[in-house]
């Protein structure tokens, strides 16, 4: 972990206190265990596999909009959902299909809402860009550079105001953070310390700029610094180092000191988009870059502390892909949704006590 830390008035809670932490957390003085790591193989293999087919079904024209896809960052989410608790909020931009799989959501259902058909988790009315899914507290998946940075604070609010013990993570990528909006939430965050923990996947090329001809400052987790809010810099290729800073975070936004903000350092194999050409980097660049393969990483510990064998592991993929295929059988023989499903959904009644008084 890069241990970068933006200036505080408050110190972060020990790490690791959250119901979701790993047994054996290194931050409790212990070490991860064997079921840390096989989890974090299988999840990556997982959504590995996933947003493979997923281009492949995208060139194949088997559902339109806009495709984004995660691969190369799965470290980010293996490590973040072993250190948080099941009824902690996440809130995510448009490169968001991962983000459900990881949180335990069948693939079938994940596909399906790429097929827009009604066995999807937003029946099919979400598509790529979009997810939500209610029963895992994932409040989406949004299509608005920078939207869901407001929408996390908000979330985080509402929660406080309630008295629930939840933590808000606000997921983001380096191109958002250039938003206006992200200034005004900062600030309203640390105004009334909210538990929301601002998360930055910085792969460093937002649409296809570096963060380095975008901004004088290129260290973005002291980008917080002026609202006082703690900040951190973590190596995103490591779900050791992803899960150690989570925990840190969450405990602290849990102990009512306020939001935290971690910058992710991470790298997206594929383009932005289905159909960004690329031309900003290297093929050299990537190279170098898969060179530090998270899931290769998780693979190599696994094999070096006699956890697993390579034949086990090897299974564990082959089981990924026939589930990845399995989806996909899933979403082609559902049903599409029909005209009247457009006026379902649009209003919500709450049922919440004090908007009934």
């Known amino acids: 972990m890069t241990i970068k830390a933006a200036s505080a008035k408050s110190q972060p809670a020990k790490a690791g206190s959250g119901d979701g932490a790993a047994k054996g957390n290194p931050a409790d003085g212990g070490a991860f265990t064997k079921e840390t790591y ?9 959504m590995r596999r996933f947003e493979e087919k997923t281009g492949q079904l995208y060139t194949m024209q088997k559902f339109g909009g806009f495709c984004h896809l995660y691969i190369g960052q799965e470290a980010i989410l293996a490590g973040m959902v072993t250190a948080i608790r099941p009824t902690d909020r996440i809130i995510t931009g448009y ?8 949180l335990g959501e069948s693939p079938k259902r994940v596909m399906a809402e ?7 988790t937003s029946k099919g009315k979400g598509g790529s860009m979009h997810y939500f899914d209610k029963a895992r507290s994932l409040f989406g998946g949004h299509g608005i550079v920078g939207g869901q940075i407001g929408l996390g604070a908000g979330i985080a609010f509402a929660d406080q105001y309630r008295g629930e ?5 606000c997921m983001m990528g380096d191109g958002a953070v250039r938003q206006g909006i992200l200034h005004e939430t900062f ?8 538990p929301v923990i601002f ?10 700029t570096s963060v380095e001809r975008t901004s004088n400052v290129h260290d973005l987790s002291t980008i917080g610094e002026s609202y006082d809010m703690p900040g951190l810099g973590v190596n995103g290729m490591r779900c050791e180092d992803v899960h150690e800073a989570i925990a840190m975070a969450a405990a602290h936004a849990r102990a009512g000191n306020g939001p935290y903000l971690l910058d992710i350092k991470t790298y997206r194999y594929k383009g932005h988009s289905m159909s960004d050409p690329q031309k900003y980097r290297t093929k050299d660049e990537v190279e170098e870059y ?10 190599a510990t696994l094999i070096e502390k006699k956890w697993a064998s390579e034949a086990e592991l090897e299974g564990m993929d082959e089981a990924a892909k026939r589930e990845v295929e399995e989806a996909v059988k899933f979403a082609e023989e559902s049903p599409s949704p029909t005209v009247d499903e457009l006026y379902n ?13």
């Open 187 to 194: 600030n309203m965050a640390m105004t009334w310390k909210l």
């Open 114 to 120: 790429l097929y827009g058909k009604v066995t999807g």
């Open 38 to 46: 096989l989890r974090w193989f299988k999840d990556m293999i997982l």
């Open 199 to 208: 998360i930055i996947e910085n792969n460093n090329y937002a649409m296809g």
């Open 345 to 357: 959904d649009v209003y919500f009644q709450s049922d919440y006590p004090y908007e009934k008084d």
């Open 95 to 102: 490169r968001d299909h991962c983000h459900p799989l990881a």
């Open 290 to 299: 898969k060179k530090q393969d998270p899931i290769e990483s998780v693979r």
């Open 165 to 169: 013990d939840h933590v808000t993570f």
